[in-house]
């Protein structure tokens, strides 16, 4: 019989799953506690009866990703892990250190089918979504090796989380949860390339998370050259759905616009990125690009830089500038691959 991995289910679904077994919903509260405190052998689970434990062994199991490697910045507190799933593939993560606590920058799927011209997660394709239960393992195996309490988590790892929504929904109400994770939507940013379907679906959640929407460019002419998805949700649908979710949530979006040398960093670009975005209940945070091995793009010079940012934030268009972390162990935006075992081996 192939045993009941527990790890990822709901609340309900585990009191479901322990009545099966003729328990009571309060064994259901205390695995489920366990299990989010990084548990993972129902023999260390101390309040439960040897009886119960013996059935829970038998039938059931707790699945746990594993860090394969870790890379630490000499610049700053970020660490990059490069997780193995249980089925051999990997994914990456980061923690970052900030003066209010630790985030975690989570993936959603093993690689990417997006094809974002500037990003290095979309080189190879996508392989598989992530399981709910896996998104969570990211940030348990982090808390684990750091010792320290997750407080925020961003899901701007790999993948395109709109695109693995079930399981998206289940990893939020999981960090949600007050017997697990206990971290409030306002803490969980969610960002897309601009899914509108999807992003429509979202606002109607009634899950207030933070949207971050990758916007790169202020025209579907630069916006289909860099991001493909624009072909299909072009830039004024996108908008429209943006507009949606502020209804709809009352939450700031946030833009995020990485920085292209001679790309997308003109001020022409600037001019109309505030005429597109002027009255719109958001906040931009600009991206000077990482640097991508296999990509041509280069990094925008800091004077073009602070001329993009002060042409927005005349406009009165609330703008900053994203410090770089972890740029040295390539844990910045855009700079998280689908490892290949060769690789990370060096
Ligand atoms: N698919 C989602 C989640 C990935 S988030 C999304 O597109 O939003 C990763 C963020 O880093 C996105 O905003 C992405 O556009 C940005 N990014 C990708 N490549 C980058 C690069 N080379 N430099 C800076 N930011 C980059």
Redesign the pocket.
């Given at each position: 019989m192939v045993k009941k991995n527990l790890k990822g289910l709901t609340l309900q679904e585990l009191e479901e799953f322990m009545a099966t077994l003729g328990e009571p919903a309060y064994r259901a509260r205390q695995v489920f506690k366990w299990i989010y405190k990084g548990v993972t052998q129902f023999d260390s689970m101390t309040d439960l009866p040897k009886s119960l434990i013996k059935i829970l062994n038998d039938k059931a199991c707790i699945s746990m990703i594993k860090i394969y490697k870790k890379f630490e910045s000499a610049l700053d507190k970020t660490v990059k892990y490069v997780f193995l799933l249980e089925d051999g593939n990997m994914v990456e993560g980061v923690k970052m250190e900030y003066s209010f606590g630790v985030s975690a920058c989570v993936s959603?799927q093993v690689g990417?089918r997006?094809g974002?011209a500037?990003?290095?997660?979309t080189i190879g394709g996508m392989v598989r979504n992530l399981s709910g239960g896996e998104m969570a393992d990211e940030v348990l195996a982090i808390e684990k090796d750091t010792g320290k309490k997750v407080s925020r988590v961003?899901?701007?790892?790999?993948?395109?989380?709109?695109l693995n929504y079930d399981e998206l929904i289940r990893f939020l109400s999981l960090l949600n949860s007050p017997l697990a994770f206990n971290i409030s939507f306002r803490r969980i940013t969610v960002?897309?390339?601009?899914i509108v379907p999807e992003i429509i679906r979202l606002a109607d959640e009634g899950i207030p998370v933070t949207l971050?929407?990758?916007l790169?460019a202020p025209d579907d002419v630069l916006r289909n050259r860099l991001?493909p998805v624009n072909r299909i949700y072009p830039i004024l649908q996108l908008l429209d759905a943006c507009k949606y979710y502020i209804i709809k949530t009352r939450r700031r979006i946030t833009f995020?616009y990485?920085l292209i040398s001679q790309v997308n960093d003109t001020q022409e670009c600037a001019r109309k990125l505030s005429m597109l975005l002027k009255g719109l209940l958001c906040h931009v945070n600009l991206?000077?690009?990482?640097?991508?091995r296999e990509?041509g793009?280069e990094k925008s010079k800091p004077d073009r830089v602070a001329a993009f940012e002060k042409i927005l934030s005349s406009s009165g268009i609330s703008t900053t500038v994203r410090r770089e972390m972890g740029a040295d162990i390539e844990a910045?935006?855009?700079?998280?691959r689908r490892s290949i075992l060769d690789e990370v081996k060096e």
């Open positions: 959603s990417c997006m974002c500037f990003c290095a997660s961003v899901i701007m790892g790999s993948g395109e989380p709109l960002s897309t390339c601009g971050a929407v990758s790169h991001m995020e990485a991206i000077p690009l990482n640097p991508i990509k793009f910045a935006c855009g700079q998280l």
